[in-house]
């Protein structure tokens, strides 16, 4: 009996090869729709799933490939007697290739003015059950789901139909995309229908690229990314020069994604070391910015990374040259600066819009054996928000630096502490186990300059003893969400020191 190989594909990339391939190999094709076509106007023989199920195609298409005489011929094992005898039975031929690609939902809902109708429509019922049953009956059928299998299949074939390994190996890639679009379609229902917390949690990813290890050199890593992004990501940056990413990379140039993305209207500049800011500055130009961000922390910022809302000029670039920098990230790179910054071999320049993905409303952190999810945190405050506690108001230049430094602090690990002024970082005390040493750690980077600065945390203070540490330090302002049952101590605290204090009434742990 001659082998046949069905065939029906959405993304016809080197189809015609392909089955001029399958042709040659003595296969008869079979095939639906925009494919049958296809093949036919390319010269090749092929049937219609019509006349191998002697069934026309009915409900506008919806219904085509749902036949007996197709899944009985994918799911009957050879080297069961019983099938092969009912198969014969019933005048059914086997079928031994399936070449199979879905409708393509993803770039569907992917655009702007897409419709609930054409999303649905667009949803493959046929395609997956096909793709399916051939793969679990992979020891008799070869399935192809990627385009880019085609030669090492043809390959293959041509060798005794291949190995069982082989189409073993086909099959677990069929289920993993499967198994990614299922996922695509049930997000896409949960948006939809708006349900808030899903009894099962559901997200598939697309990889980027396999890592030369992870956070340390024994650990194997991958990185992946969601099938939609839209907006700022690391995931879907262009790469424009530079060594590969690294996992520490890639974690790093996330996090100074993340605190730049803060700044919308002014040029802005982010030094990030360890998932830390540890500079940042804004000013009227992406020069200044840099700048401000560069002074605030002249010794962290060697070996770390920069985020810049705006491109990256010429001046700008001379700045960015003078020391080791592991990545620079920006919206674009004029033609001069990239002359300028390639210059350094290694030095990785990435390149993504910086405008946030208003999509993206949740995050995800493994633990062992589970995940815990939440909304991002997009909370943020305006002058008018704020509530003034001490008998001191903060002065307007005071209170444009107290909602800078807010910014900054929330993206900063707790207990977690920020002195700024003139907007830019003085001293930023990360991680730590009390607020005190936050505190200590920032008014030491800070020095001097914390005379007049200003000084945000990230929570509440539980006793009076930062606010005491603040005086010394100079500080002249103070934001905080507020919240203590001990509030009063350290509002007291401030008027004896004539400090200014806003209260948040929001706070920003980050663990």
Sequence with gaps: MKKRALVSVSDKTNLIPFAEGLEKLGYELISTGGTLKKLKDAGLSALGVSEV??????????????????????????????????????????????????????????????????????????????????????????????????DQVLEQLGNNGGTVDFRKNLAAKVFRHTANYDAMIANYFVDITNEEDPETFTQTFEKVQSLRYGENPHQNAAFYKEGNVKGASIASAKQLHGKELSYNNI???????????????????????????????????????????????????????????????????????????????????????????????????????????EDDTKKVVSVLGGLLVQDRDHGSVTANDLEVVTDRKPEAKEMEELLFSWKVVKHVKSNAIVVAKGDSTLGVGAGQMNRVGAAAIAFEQAGEKAEGAVMASDAFFPMPDTVENAAKAGIKAIIQPGGSKRDQDSIDACNQHGIAMVFTKMRHFKH
């Design 53 to 150: 199920t002697n069934f026309d195609e009915i409900l506008d298409g919806r219904v085509k490939t749902l036949h007996p005489y197709v899944h009985a011929g994918l799911l009957a094992r050879r080297d069961e007697e019983s099938h092969v005898s009912q198969l014969e039975e019933r005048g059914i031929a086997p079928i031994d290739v399936v070449v199979v690609n879905l409708y393509p939902f993803k770039e569907t809902i992917a655009k702007e003015d897409v419709t609930e109708e054409d999303a649905i429509e667009n949803i493959d019922i046929g395609g997956p059950t096909m793709l399916r049953a051939a793969s679990k009956n992979f020891r008799d059928v070869t399935v192809v789901v990627d385009p880019t299998d085609y």
């Design 251 to 357: 974690q790093d140039a996330n996090a100074a994604l993340e605190v730049v993305l803060e700044f919308t209207e002014n040029p802005a500049a982010v030094a990030v070391k360890h998932m830390n800011p540890c500079g940042v500055g804004i000013g009227d130009t992406i020069e200044n910015a840099y700048l401000k961000a560069y002074e605030g922390d002249p010794v962290s910022i060697f070996g770390g990374i920069v985020a810049l809302n705006r491109e990256v000029d010429v001046a700008t670039a001379k700045h960015l040259k003078e020391i080791f920098l592991e990545i620079v990230i920006a919206p674009s790179f004029s033609e001069e600066a990239f002359a300028i910054l390639t210059e350094k071999q290694n030095i990785r320049l990435l390149e993504t819009p910086m405008k946030a993905d």
